[in-house]
């Protein structure tokens, strides 16, 4: 049986997609105190970071304008949150939904895959725009990092043009997850990979030599010092937003069509309800 | 995809047949249902009557056979647009929510407008007495409640056919009489329903034995 045409791929309905974010939000509402403590935690780790770098006063990067190793930190910690959610968020959504067993009740929904995986994805990517909004507040208001020079503008298109790019990856690893089931390991090793090589942490100059050509490529790499190039040079992030917008272009269509691949996999098998 | 004459029927199924691994679970099931028409599935547990209705839904596909809805392939999204259904009722819906904002999120998955989907639960709401059963939060309805906010999350919208999997398991006398007059109003909506009890077969007027 053919089952190309079943999951058709379309442009999503925004109201469709909205939808589905709303219900997510409605139903994490309710979990006041844990959403309390996902901020404080958050708040904690750059605490500690904080610390560390007035233990060491390193000076991370100059090349990309940052005073300190916090300043370098923190836009790490925001930045790799909104790329980890959008990377992951789908993956886990869809773990969510067979757990709770409401994934199949969703299949015979008429929306399409791309409505379904943008709307499951939304609401942790947008708490992880927010979170990332509240750590860069605290950190420029309370632990001194300095805005002055920041190209909010040059910030705002970094963050779109990476959730582009990572939101893809995310759609391929949600398809990975519909098949394997406990991929949640193997999703949390890959972006922590991601994270580390990227730069999110340290420079990439610290890595082994033989491990630097391959941070060199990896597509966050591009995001971290773009970011960090808008929040504290205020320039210079042209390039690295073409070659993600370039990335997320490229490999969006091929994330759905691999994310509609590992739904009639799952309908063949008889596992889309499994878990 | 084998081609299949569908001539008005809303669903036509053509040697179906679903085998998981080397169990056969559906061998060469054929059935075609004309707007209206009612049919109860029956068997005992594990005979397959779940795994037609879900092959008709299209979150499984068939080994071998066709399933058409209305012309349209089994799961398209033609298909899902024209098709309600109550499959694993107890485990399809968000525990933390209401009955009533589980049911406005389907409405307005199926509908787009946030208007429409209000009007359309209310309208499911009132037509089977579940006002205060749907202001319950899922997590503290009981089987039949749940089955019975189940009941109207297929009902959303009056679709062509309709997919209900032991509908009346777990429902007291009163809701299964509003369950089978909200279908015997819709004179145009065919049903397909699962079950292994004598009165939904009745009602239905036609069945399709599945062996043990």
Redesign the interface.
């Known amino acids: 049986?053919?089952?190309a045409?079943?999951?058709?791929l379309?442009p999503p309905?925004l109201?469709?997609v909205l939808?589905?974010v709303?219900?997510e939000y409605?139903?994490r509402r309710?979990?006041r105190l844990a959403f309390l403590l996902d901020l404080m935690f958050g708040i904690a780790n750059l605490l500690v970071y904080y610390f560390i770098s007035r233990t060491l006063e390193v000076a991370a990067d100059s090349n990309l304008g940052v005073s300190s190793y916090f300043a370098y930190v923190l836009v790490g910690i925001a930045i790799t949150n909104v790329i980890g959610s959008a990377s992951t968020g789908l993956a886990y959504r869809v773990r969510e939904e067979q757990f709770?067993?409401?994934l199949?009740?969703?299949?015979?929904?008429?929306?399409?895959l791309t409505e379904l995986s943008a709307g499951l994805a939304g609401y942790p990517f947008l708490f992880s725009m927010g979170r990332a909004a509240v750590y860069i507040l605290v950190g420029g208001s309370l632990l001194g990092i300095d805005f002055g020079r920041t190209d909010w503008f040059g910030f705002v298109t970094m963050l779109l043009v990476s959730a582009l790019a990572f939101g893809s990856l995310g759609i391929i690893l949600g398809g990975v997850m519909l098949v394997v089931k406990r991929g949640e390991a193997l999703v949390g090793l890959f972006t922590y990979a991601l994270g580390i090589l990227g730069g999110a942490f340290f420079p990439i100059s610290t890595l082994p030599d033989w491990l630097q050509p391959i941070a060199r490529i990896v597509p966050t790499r591009f995001a971290f010092e773009g970011l960090r190039r808008a929040i504290f040079l205020g320039e210079d992030w042209a390039n690295d937003a073409v070659i993600l917008l370039l990335i997320g272009i490229i490999s969006f269509p091929l994330a759905n069509y691999f994310f509609a691949r590992a739904v009639?996999h799952t309908?063949?098998a008889?596992t889309?309800?499994q878990y | 995809?084998?081609s299949v004459s569908t001539n008005g029927s809303v669903l036509v199924i053509e040697g179906l047949t679903?085998r998981?691994g080397g169990h056969e679970v559906v061998r060469s099931l054929d059935l075609r249902l004309e707007p209206g028409e009612k049919v109860a599935l029956w068997g005992p547990n594990g005979s397959g009557k779940s795994t037609v209705l879900r092959c008709i839904?299209?979150?499984?596909?068939?080994s071998e056979g066709?399933v058409r809805v209305c012309g349209h392939?089994a799961?398209?999204?033609d298909a899902?647009?024209l098709?309600g259904?109550s499959?694993?009722q107890?485990?399809?819906?968000?525990?933390?929510?209401t009955g009533r904002?589980n049911l406005l999120?389907?409405a307005?998955?199926?509908f787009?407008?946030e208007r429409i989907a209000a009007l359309k639960v209310q309208e499911v709401e009132e037509e089977l007495e579940l006002e205060a059963i749907a202001a319950e939060t899922v997590n503290r309805a009981s089987s039949g409640m749940i089955q019975q906010v189940a009941l109207a999350?297929a009902l959303l919208g009056d679709p062509a056919l309709v997919l209900l999997d032991e509908p009346t398991r777990s429902l007291d006398a009163d809701a299964r009489e509003r369950l089978w007059q909200a279908l015997e109003r819709r004179r145009r909506t065919s049903v397909v329903l699962a079950t292994h009890l004598d009165e939904d077969v009745k009602r239905c007027g036609r069945r399709v034995d599945f062996p043990t």
């Open positions: 049986m053919a089952a045409s079943t999951f058709p379309k309905r109201n469709r939808t589905l709303r219900r409605a139903s309710t979990y709770t067993g409401t199949e009740a969703l299949m015979v929904q008429p929306v399409t009639d309908r063949r008889g889309l309800t | 995809m084998t679903r998981f839904a299209g979150t499984l596909l068939p066709a392939e799961g398209s999204l899902r647009a098709v259904a499959l694993s107890e485990r399809s819906f968000d525990m933390r929510l904002a999120f389907f307005r998955l199926r787009g407008s999350r």
